[in-house]
């Protein structure tokens, strides 16, 4: 798999993560072993410097619901929910594609987020969304639990809480909700 250098957030208000330099390969396992720490799974920290807010409210909003349903397509009136909830403007259409072509702008490759009638699709790569990489580190820790491995339970528990970074979906419209796609 290509490592895109971006990792996507939900974790907290949602964000891109830039790749550089000591940063999570993501063309690798979301549990890649350390070397040295008890086999424990751990991706090297991110700094705050690797973090790339969103500043549009309704961008964030995109994103969050393009990752809720990563991979999958979700229909642009589905979409028009989450941005307008049940009064989209006129321009709802537009102004949505807009937004759409800001968010690939953001992206590392644009055609991560392809038009796919009857609405859009976000190609995240495994390990790439915070989400999936937390869920790793606590399977990990609860193999580690059942053998009472103690230490590697501490190891893998402190990296899946260093991946959050606030309330999760925080920063979000205040009647932000997520429309699930049809046959999600």
């Known amino acids: 798999m290509r490592q895109y250098g971006l990792r996507f957030g939900l974790l907290g208000p949602p964000v891109l ?29 991110l700094g705050v410097h690797g973090v790339r807010g969103i ?43 807009n937004h759409v072509t800001r968010l690939r702008r953001m992206l590392d490759d644009p055609a991560r987020l392809r038009t796919v009638p009857p609405g859009y699709q976000l190609r ?14 606590l399977a990990t820790a609860r193999g580690a639990h059942a053998v009472h491995d103690w230490e590697r339970v501490i190891d893998a528990c ?10 999760p979906l925080g920063g979000l419209p205040p009647n932000w909700a997520a429309t699930p796609s049809p046959g999600a």
């Open 17 to 45: 993560y830039d790749s550089g330099p000591g940063r999570y390969d993501t063309s690798a396992d979301p549990c890649r072993t350390v070397p040295g720490r008890h086999d424990t799974a751990a991706p090297a920290p």
């Open 55 to 97: 500043r549009s409210p309704k961008t964030r909003a995109l994103l969050a619901a393009l990752l809720l349903d990563a991979g999958r397509t979700v229909p642009a009136e589905s979409l028009k929910e989450v941005l307008w909830g049940g009064a989209p403007p006129a321009s709802a259409q537009a102004s949505l594609h």
């Open 124 to 137: 995240i790569g495994h390990g790439e969304l915070d989400v999936h990489v937390f869920e790793c580190h």
């Open 158 to 167: 402190a990296a899946a809480l260093a991946l959050w970074r606030g309330t």
